[in-house]
């Protein structure tokens, strides 16, 4: 099982500001990289502070000129804002300016809050979905050269990507995954598929790489897939229920963005009480902590062997939450230093 970090900068209110997510961003990226991670993944939103990234290539490139051997990886860029012709050069150019270490991530995206800002007239995930399918073959015809696409939402004459990527045949795509059909999708374009269980626990983790495992069987290939979630490692028990509290604040703060209900003010959504995070609907505090990667590292070393019996290619351990940098920074530093050690 290969290891990489995800570093989103999110937060969840203005406690700690912009410029400081930057810094603990580029800072934990330094640590994957020293610490023989084999990418960083970061990704795409617009007008939510609550995730504080709005072009990952402007990220990865500063993040090349800062770290040595870690491949850079967009988690994701979401495919209806962008225009074939414009995602197939700008990913190009950002593979040629980092030496050729571009992984590029793709998604429909999750927030109806940004559909209904960033595509004219709105859209939902079944379009958003349809813009994802229609890219990613028109961004390998644009790589190849001289091609004319046709379909619902992209319509252009013959066209090349300019540039075209360092990477021969383009840098390896990956597609953000849940439903078959999109596992389906994924194994027939050849790409790799990324996954993300939320709360569910083991049972999502099974369930998700049964659905890779169906699509594979059906193409009768197989590449590459991916695990993200949360982690945080300690071997202090009042460290680690202190982390699953602070993670459970904050998937309630995703839920809320999500149902896209609630006022939102310079990019921040109003204030969750208490109350609110004490009885979340589906987000418990006292499953928080099985369903995400919290423990000792010994716990995590034996869960993640399990992942990888399963079939589990690689785990992206998901650094942001509402912690301190000095927490985030000690964490990972741990897995690096005491789980990542058992597979090597």
């Not at 939103?45 to 072009?55: E, K, L, V, W, Y």
């Not at 369903?291 to 399963?310: A, H, P, V």
Request: hydrophobic share 35%; net charge negative; charged share 25%.
């Amino acid at each position: 099982m290969k290891f990489s970090l995800f570093a989103h900068m999110e937060r969840v209110n203005e406690n700690q500001r912009q410029k400081e997510l930057y810094d603990e961003f580029l800072s934990l990226c330094k640590m994957a990289d020293e610490g023989g991670m084999t990418t960083v993944w970061t990704g795409e939103h617009h007008g939510m502070d609550f995730t504080i990234a709005p072009n990952p290539f402007l990220n990865l490139i500063d993040i090349s000129h800062q770290t040595k051997n870690v491949r850079l990886g967009t988690g994701t860029v979401v495919a209806p804002y962008w225009h074939p012709i414009k995602l197939a050069g700008e990913a190009a150019m950002t593979d040629i300016v980092t030496g050729g270490r571009l992984e590029l991530g793709i998604a429909r995206g999750a927030y109806s809050f940004e559909y209904e800002r960033m595509v004219p007239g709105g859209m939902d995930a079944w379009q958003a979905g349809e813009c994802l399918r229609e890219m990613i073959p028109a961004i390998k015809g644009l790589w190849k050269g001289d091609h004319t696409q046709e379909s619902k939402h992209y319509n252009f004459p013959k066209t090349t990507s300019s540039p075209k990527p360092l990477t021969e045949d383009g840098p390896p795509i990956w597609v953000a995954a849940r439903d078959i059909n999109s596992h389906e999708f994924a194994l027939s374009q050849d790409c790799n598929v990324q996954v993300t269980p939320l709360w569910q626990g083991l049972e999502e983790v099974e369930a998700l790489i049964g659905k890779y495992n169906e699509a594979c069987a059906k193409f009768d290939k197989r590449t590459k897939i991916m695990i993200l979630q949360h982690a945080y490692v300690s071997n202090d028990e009042a460290e680690l229920e202190h982390a699953a509290r602070k993670l459970h604040e904050f998937y309630c703060y995703f839920g809320a963005w999500f149902k896209n209900e609630r006022p939102i003010s310079q990019g921040l959504i109003q204030t969750l009480s208490q109350e609110e995070i004490d009885n979340h609907p589906f987000y418990k505090r006292e499953e928080i902590r099985k369903d995400l990667m919290i423990g000792t590292s010994k716990q995590i070393i034996d869960r993640l062997k399990y992942y990888e019996d399963l079939g589990y290619d690689e785990f992206a351990y998901w650094s942001d939450s509402s912690m301190s940098r000095v927490e985030k920074e000690a964490s990972l530093r741990r897995f690096i230093d005491e789980v990542m050690p058992a597979f090597n």
